[in-house]
């Protein structure tokens, strides 16, 4: 089941910054925070990971409350193809076996207005 | 570098039909997964290999999904017989072995229509 919360959807203007929210309040001290996207008809993509402190790379900036029972990703200049539905996922850092898969919820469909 | 490559892109059958979908992950990586995307919903996770090993097949609908991994690279996903509700898009993911917190891969998937 998934352990984090983000609103259904949300529109944003084109070249403004994007603040796309997640709660995740049971979170573990070993479990990662990570952000994928997925474009229409196409796979999940990686966007970040953090564990407690702030991320940025090219696509985005991960921000975490410091009780890291939040999280939000910030798309700074958002542009239409980054209309997507975007999941925020908690996962056990380390190998990549049983009970440490990526479980999906519902995550924010975002719609990027001209 | 090559990604996830899954075929058929589209595959539509009628029901108590068989159907599979074949899955080349990215080279090297050892982990494998199937997942199920029903539309409107986020994927779930139906299978995980590690080489060709299962470790993870708890959501998996045994009595008509099975999956193999030969030689611990290229997977099968098989549906027999198939059942309206499977209609979806299954996507294959694959990741790295070392246990680092790196991320999965994701192919564009197959999508299933079951008439």
């Known amino acids: 089941d998934a352990k984090t919360t983000q609103p259904p959807s949300m529109d944003c203007a084109e070249g403004r910054a994007a603040n796309l929210p997640c709660n995740h309040s049971t979170i573990s001290g070993n479990e990662y925070v990570y952000w994928y996207r997925q474009i229409h008809s196409q796979g999940p993509q990686y966007i970040i990971h953090g564990l407690k402190n702030n991320e940025t790379n090219e696509m985005a900036s991960l921000i975490i409350t410091e009780d890291r029972k939040s999280s939000t990703l910030i798309l700074p200049h958002a542009t239409l193809r980054d209309t997507a539905v975007y999941y925020c996922?908690?996962?056990?850092?380390?190998?990549?076996?049983?009970?440490?898969?990526?479980?999906f919820g519902g995550g924010t469909r975002v719609l990027v207005k001209p | 570098e090559a990604g996830v490559a899954q075929s058929p892109r589209y595959k539509i059958i009628e029901k108590r039909q068989s159907v599979a979908f074949w899955c080349n992950p990215i080279?090297?990586?050892?982990?494998l997964y199937w997942y199920q995307q029903i539309l409107g919903q986020g994927p779930k996770l139906l299978i995980q290999?590690?080489?060709?090993?299962?470790?993870?097949d708890s959501q998996l609908p045994k009595d008509r999904f099975s999956a193999e991994r030969l030689k611990g690279v290229d997977s099968t996903l098989k549906i027999q017989p198939a059942k309206l509700e499977d209609s979806a898009v299954y996507l294959c993911?694959?990741?790295?072995?070392?246990?680092?917190?790196?991320?999965?891969?994701f192919g564009q998937g197959t999508r299933l229509t079951v008439v």
């Open positions: 080279s090297g990586h050892a982990t």
């Open positions: 996922i908690v996962r056990v850092a380390g190998q990549w076996a049983a009970g440490n898969k990526l479980t």
């Open positions: 993911a694959s990741s790295p072995r070392v246990g680092e917190d790196t991320e999965a891969f």
């Open positions: 290999f590690q080489n060709n090993g299962v470790v993870d």
